[in-house]
T-cell receptor, first 113, second 111 residues
Framework: QQQVKQSPQSLIVQKGGISIINCAYENTAFDYFPWYQQFPGKGPALLIAIRPDVSEKKEGRFTISFNKSAKQFSLHIMDSQPGDSATYFC????????????FGEGTQLTVNP | DTAVSQTPKYLVTQMGNDKSIKCEQNLGHDTMYWYKQDSKKFLKIMFSYNNKELIINETVPNRFSPKSPDKAHLNLHINSLELGDSAVYFCATAGWGTEAFFGQGTRLTVV
């Protein structure tokens, strides 16, 4: 049973465009929602994270939008750059289980020059 | 200094062999994890250790045995390797309820 579902599986955008990746979760006990970025041959690295007490968080070109009632959250990458080409994972965890992460399936983002 | 370091980065071995992957962290975190990333890049937690004690053991074959000699180290030993064990294994560490930091991964190929 996949507790965090992510879409799309792959995404191609042009340089300067907006990349949008969506995730939905099932467990209402989740209280921490990070996004991880992974480049080939590297481990995942935290990009941005949100807690359910806010509906949006922005850091530079990256924004998380969070909809608690719909149990959905999304990552928006503004002004996408070729260097953003990577695999992106949404994840969820709950404070009672420490930082144990349940990941989405991942999105392969390609930004064309 | 690398925050979370794993060795080796690549491991090619034959079916039936026993192998170990080592992980060390210098962040002073209490909790360490092993995650498995399959060929479709799906990441799934295998084990979690807090202060050298096992706190999570997902549905993983008992051929996999984690060992934590101290807070800074979490090793993964795999017995009787099978073709299906081929994957990338990531060590991670975190403070309780905070950001998780991942190692560079160990690509295990069983032939």
């Amino acid at each position: 049973q996949q507790q965090v579902k992510q879409s799309p599986q792959s995404l191609i955008v042009q340089k300067g465009g907006i990349s949008i990746i969506n995730c939905a979760y099932e467990n209402t006990a989740f209280d921490y929602f990070p996004w991880y970025q992974q480049f080939p041959g590297k481990g995942p690295a935290l990009l941005i994270a949100i807690r359910p007490d806010v509906s949006e968080k922005k850091e530079g070109r990256f924004t998380i939008s969070f909809n608690k009632s719909a149990k959905q959250f999304s990552l928006h990458i503004m002004d996408s750059q070729p260097g953003d080409s990577a695999t992106y994972f949404c994840a969820a965890s709950m404070i009672t289980s420490g930082s144990r992460l349940t990941f989405g399936e991942g999105t392969q983002l390609t930004v064309n020059p | 200094d690398t925050a979370v370091s794993q060795t080796p980065k690549y491991l090619v071995t034959q079916m039936g062999n026993d192998k170990s992957i080592k992980c060390e962290q210098n962040l002073g975190h209490d909790t360490m994890y092993w995650y498995k990333q399959d060929s479709k890049k799906f990441l799934k937690i295998m084990f979690s250790y807090n202060n050298k004690e096992l706190i999570i053991n997902e549905t993983v074959p008992n051929r996999f045995s984690p060992k934590s000699p101290d807070k800074a180290h979490l090793n993964l030993h795999i017995n009787s390797l099978e073709l299906g064990d081929s994957a990338v294994y990531f060590c991670a560490t975190a403070g309780w309820g905070t950001e998780a930091f991942f190692g560079q991964g160990t690509r295990l190929t069983v032939v």
